[in-house]
């Protein structure tokens, strides 16, 4: 899973993911509003055939 934030990748441990909610760390930073927010989840899966 990634967030990029104002396009920018941002670390794992600035942000959590629980049950539909995005928790950001921002350290007194601050996200105005419009700012660009992506989440990105890729997930795979492999189905074998024999």
Known sequence: MNLYINGLLQQ????Q????IL???LN????WAGTP???EV???SLKLAI
């Open 28 to 31: 007194g930073d601050m996200v």
């Open 42 to 44: 890729s997930s795979f």
């Open 37 to 39: 927010i992506i989440l």
């Open 12 to 15: 794992g441990q600035l942000y």
């Open 23 to 25: 928790t950001l760390q």
């Open 17 to 20: 993911v629980n049950n539909n």
